[in-house]
């Protein structure tokens, strides 16, 4: 098991073996052996960085909606 720099683990728990945390991962729960995680709460990497990239996103994917909304609102009347 590698942990990296801050990472937490919850008492009671079982972790297997070659295990990689990335550095400040919360794990709270059970780990598989061989899995790669990071993030708080511990999730698959690749499902991390997609959260990530969904995240930056956010602003822009607001003003759609925002323009949207007044589209139709304006089509309504």
Not at 48 to 66: D, G, W
Request: proline content about 4%; some cysteine; charged content about 20%.
């Amino acid at each position: 098991m590698v942990l990296g720099g801050q990472c937490g683990v919850s008492d009671n728990i079982e972790i297997g073996s070659d295990v990689v945390a990335a550095g400040a991962t919360k794990i709270y729960s059970n780990l598989g052996p061989g899995r790669m995680v990071m993030g708080s709460p511990a999730v698959k990497i690749e499902t991390h960085i997609e959260m990530y990239k969904a995240l930056r996103r956010l602003p822009r994917l607001a003003k759609t909606v925002a323009a949207l909304q007044k589209a139709v609102s304006k089509s309504d009347e």
